[in-house]
Structure formats: structure tokens, C-alpha cells
């Protein structure tokens, strides 16, 4: 089983840019999908980007096509959101997942939405 961890949230301004990681421990952490998440105050958790092993199947939400760039290091076990053109409308808690990978990552994502094993996640805070 993965364990999860995510970091590097903050305050930005509009516009500006952060970059989130999610480190994992264990050994299977090659072989998941993972995904990002987020959950405004208020507002159910939501689906922004995921990738498979390979990264050759990447999937984003439409608020995050062309801001928000997944990566992953599977050497380093850590997967990364690159998050570009923030807004305030971005401002969240952010989380990550993962699962096995047996389906296209658009069929691991509500799998991974309602499975309901979360870190703590780290807060995003984007002012105008």
C-alpha cells in the first residue's frame, strides 16, 4: 500500500505559479496512477490532473488544461502539480491519490474520488 504525503502549497498572487509534490513510501509507487485533487472550503473534492506509470496517459480537469502540468519521477517516488497563471478561483486544499494501475486514468479518477483514503493535503491560497 502507498502511503501519500503532500507538500509545497502557500500563498501566491494571481498569475503566479506553484509547484506541489507528492512523495510516497512504499514499493509500488511505479506501477500507480496517481492523481491530484482539490476541495475549496465549502465545495465537495474535485478531480484537477492525473497520470499513469508510463506518463504517456495524462488527464486534466478543463479549470486546469493549459495552467496545470502533472509530472512524475518514478525513481523518486514523487509525483508533482505544476500549477502556473494561479487564481483565485484555485485557492484549495490539494491532495493527491493513488491506485494500481489497471484502466485508462479517466476510469481510475472517480475510483480514486470516492475512495476516501486522504492525506492531509497542503493549502493552496491564491489572492487578487
Known amino acids: 500500500q502507498v502511503q501519500l504525503a503532500e507538500s509545497g502549497g502557500g500563498l501566491v498572487q494571481a498569475g503566479g505559479s506553484l509547484k506541489l509534490s507528492c512523495i510516497a513510501s512504499g514499493r509500488t509507487f511505479s506501477s500507480c496512477v496517481i492523481g491530484w485533487f482539490r476541495q475549496a472550503a465549502g465545495k465537495e473534492r474535485e478531480f484537477v490532473a492525473g497520470i499513469n506509470p508510463s506518463s504517456l496517459d495524462i488527464q486534466y480537469s478543463d479549470s486546469a488544461q493549459g495552467r496545470f502540468f502533472i509530472s512524475r519521477d518514478n525513481a523518486k517516488n514523487t509525483a508533482y502539480l505544476l500549477m502556473k497563471n494561479l487564481e483565485p478561483e484555485d485557492t484549495a486544499v490539494y491532495y493527491c491519490?493513488?491506485?494500481?494501475?489497471?484502466?485508462?486514468?479517466?476510469?481510475?479518477?472517480?475510483?480514486?474520488?470516492?475512495?476516501?483514503?486522504w492525506g492531509q493535503g497542503t493549502q493552496v491560497t491564491v489572492s487578487s
Open positions: 491519490a493513488a491506485e494500481l494501475e489497471r484502466w485508462p486514468v479517466s476510469t481510475h479518477i472517480p475510483r480514486m474520488l470516492a475512495g476516501g483514503s
